[in-house]
């Protein structure tokens, strides 16, 4: 398994992403002075967003259906914890868009390989 988000578990046999792109962001409020730069005070944690993309090769496996299944995980708009293959709790995450690219069609329009991005945001109180 190289990451599970609730119970669904990325892996060949589902959906193998390519990397993990995680973005963290932190806010910070500024007020103007005259003949100086703006002074700048930390309020807080920002953001904290996952990218989850890779290809998935029908041949392999039925990435449609594992792609379903994130769509419906989505649709509850529920957070899931997300826990990666060596047991590192990134914390919990909402689903915030699924993209997908159907690519090298078969003559019936079925795809061979379904490119696809998955992006996530931590909702967590206090992200690590």
């Not at 398994?1 to 932190?26: C, P, V, Y």
């Not at 730069?37 to 594992?66: N, W």
């Not at 159907?102 to 996530?120: C, V, Y």
């Amino acid at each position: 398994m190289l990451l599970a988000l609730g119970l669904f578990a990325f892996g060949i046999d589902t959906l193998a992403f390519d990397e993990i792109q995680r973005k963290s962001s932190w806010r910070h409020a500024t007020a103007t002075r005259i003949g100086a730069r703006d002074a700048s005070q930390y309020t807080g944690p920002g953001d904290e967003t996952i990218s989850l993309p890779g290809s998935v090769f029908t041949e392999i496996a039925d990435g449609k259906v594992s792609l379903d299944e994130i769509r419906r995980m989505a649709n509850t708009g529920d957070a899931w914890p997300l826990v990666d293959g060596r047991g590192y709790v990134y914390g919990a995450y909402v689903i915030t868009g699924l993209a997908e690219t159907l690519k090298h069609l078969w003559p019936d329009g079925s795809p061979r390989q379904i490119d696809f991005t998955i992006d996530l945001l931590c909702v967590d109180e206090d992200p690590a």
